[in-house]
């Protein structure tokens, strides 16, 4: 601070110049200290002065701040609309996928199966599981109802074969197994009964020790027990009276009658088996042509048979301790298959071949 009348400098806080004596106001001296004391930062900046270098790049910071936040808001928008049309690119995909995925589909075979097993048009229902099961094998309510289909034309033996596939199908999932497998006691049960109308004893039997076999169900025990008892009553009735043993004939034959009659044995003999020559030539498919499941398990059995061998299957030892000719003293784990000539070997082939192409293996 100077001397407003000399021009000399003042001591801080002086109130007379030292040089010329002259007072100092009060108002100068307080706008000094003022001046002094006051803060930079708040001070008015004065017009026309330069911009300090710091606060042009603090301004300029701000600026650049403020259009990052801009564009990062641009991009947030883009990036929200590129994921929504991912997101219904994707539902679309998978709407198309779905309805062209072998689930759907045989889901939509199977419910056309059954609308057309209600209407009666049961070809065109076994078509349609069919296409279901192609789709997916594992479908236990396709193998149902095409085996219902079967069950009307009683093809017990077809019902039973998609049955036993579909157990083999649905192996992991118990409930599906539950349910094929009393289907499956369902049908072997139907399939006796209806023999038993016939009656075909032998074929019932046969059916139902399948049936115990695959299912082991205790009601296909009982049945069995059942039609064992209804054979031997029928036999029992078939079988000549004692009591009533009718009128003797006089023996008047001359000696060559006789004769015929011992020769006819062996003719008696023969017609004891299913196929009487097959230890003896070659057999054909035309040979098998007709013979049912039960014959064709009889006669490749028949083989061992001849030569002496025993059976496990109570049933099948039964058929054979009956026949003439049989005389069983080989147990079957010592049974040897070298004892067979080469016609044996031939046609045991050609029985098991025919049993496979008609289903019965």
């Given at each position: 601070?100077?001397?407003?009348?000399?021009?000399?400098?003042?001591e801080e806080g002086a109130a007379f110049c030292a040089y010329c004596g002259t007072k100092v106001r009060q108002e100068q001296?307080?706008?000094?200290?003022?001046?002094?004391?006051?803060?930079?930062?708040?001070?008015?900046?004065?017009?026309?002065?330069?911009?300090?270098?710091?606060?042009?790049?603090?301004?300029?910071?701000?600026?650049?701040?403020?259009?990052?936040?801009?564009?990062?808001?641009?991009?947030?928008?883009?990036?929200?609309?590129?994921?929504?049309?991912?997101?219904?690119?994707?539902?679309?995909?998978?709407?198309?996928?779905?309805?062209?995925?072998?689930?759907?589909?045989?889901?939509?075979?199977?419910?056309?199966?059954?609308?057309?097993?209600?209407?009666?048009?049961?070809?065109?229902?076994?078509?349609?599981?069919?296409?279901?099961?192609?789709?997916?094998?594992?479908?236990?309510?396709?193998?149902?109802?095409?085996?219902?289909?079967?069950?009307?034309?009683?093809?017990?033996?077809?019902?039973?074969?998609?049955?036993?596939?579909?157990?083999?199908?649905?192996?992991?999932?118990?409930?599906?197994?539950?349910?094929?497998?009393?289907?499956?006691?369902?049908?072997?049960?139907?399939?006796?009964?209806?023999?038993?109308?016939?009656?075909?004893?032998?074929?019932?039997?046969?059916?139902?020790?399948?049936?115990?076999?695959?299912?082991?169900?205790?009601?296909?025990?009982?049945?069995?027990?059942?039609?064992?008892?209804?054979?031997?009553?029928?036999?029992?009735?078939?079988?000549?009276?004692?009591?009533?043993?009718?009128?003797?004939?006089?023996?008047?034959?001359?000696?060559?009658?006789?004769?015929?009659?011992?020769?006819?044995?062996?003719?008696?003999?023969?017609?004891?088996?299913?196929?009487?020559?097959?230890?003896?030539?070659?057999?054909?498919?035309?040979?098998?042509?007709?013979?049912?499941?039960?014959?064709?398990?009889?006669?490749?059995?028949?083989?061992?048979?001849?030569?002496?061998?025993?059976?496990?299957?109570?049933?099948?030892?039964?058929?054979?301790?009956?026949?003439?000719?049989?005389?069983?003293?080989?147990?079957?784990?010592?049974?040897?298959?070298?004892?067979?000539?080469?016609?044996?070997?031939?046609?045991?082939?050609?029985?098991?071949?025919?049993?496979?192409?008609?289903?019965?293996?």
């Open positions: 601070m100077y001397c407003r009348q000399c021009g000399k400098q003042l001296a307080q706008s000094v200290s003022g001046m002094n004391t006051m803060p930079e930062k708040s001070m008015p900046p004065l017009k026309g002065a330069a911009v300090q270098p710091g606060r042009e790049k603090k301004e300029k910071t701000t600026g650049s701040t403020a259009g990052k936040q801009r564009s990062g808001k641009g991009k947030g928008a883009i990036l929200a609309v590129t994921a929504a049309v991912i997101v219904l690119a994707a539902a679309g995909v998978g709407g198309y996928l779905f309805l062209n995925s072998d689930g759907h589909r045989s889901g939509k075979s199977l419910k056309q199966a059954q609308e057309y097993f209600e209407a009666g048009e049961y070809e065109k229902a076994a078509s349609c599981y069919e296409e279901a099961l192609k789709l997916n094998a594992g479908l236990a309510e396709a193998y149902l109802g095409l085996t219902d289909i079967y069950l009307v034309d009683r093809r017990y033996e077809e019902a039973a074969t998609l049955l036993q596939k579909g157990l083999r199908r649905t192996r992991k999932v118990q409930e599906a197994q539950k349910t094929l497998t009393n289907k499956l006691t369902e049908v072997y049960s139907g399939g006796a009964e209806d023999l038993l109308a016939i009656p075909d004893y032998a074929q019932a039997l046969a059916l139902l020790e399948e049936g115990i076999q695959v299912t082991e169900d205790s009601s296909l025990e009982q049945l069995k027990e059942n039609v064992l008892r209804m054979q031997a009553d029928s036999q029992q009735a078939d079988a000549p009276s004692v009591e009533n043993p009718g009128t003797e004939t006089p023996d008047t034959g001359t000696p060559a009658e006789s004769e015929a009659e011992t020769s006819s044995e062996p003719a008696e003999e023969e017609s004891q088996y299913i196929l009487p020559d097959s230890a003896s030539r070659y057999l054909t498919m035309e040979d098998l042509e007709g013979l049912t499941k039960e014959e064709c398990r009889i006669a490749r059995n028949e083989l061992f048979a001849r030569h002496g061998r025993l059976f496990t299957d109570e049933e099948l030892q039964a058929y054979f301790n009956q026949l003439d000719w049989y005389q069983g003293t080989i147990q079957p784990n010592d049974f040897d298959d070298s004892v067979f000539n080469e016609y044996e070997v031939a046609n045991r082939d050609l029985i098991t071949q025919f049993e496979e192409q008609q289903g019965y293996r």
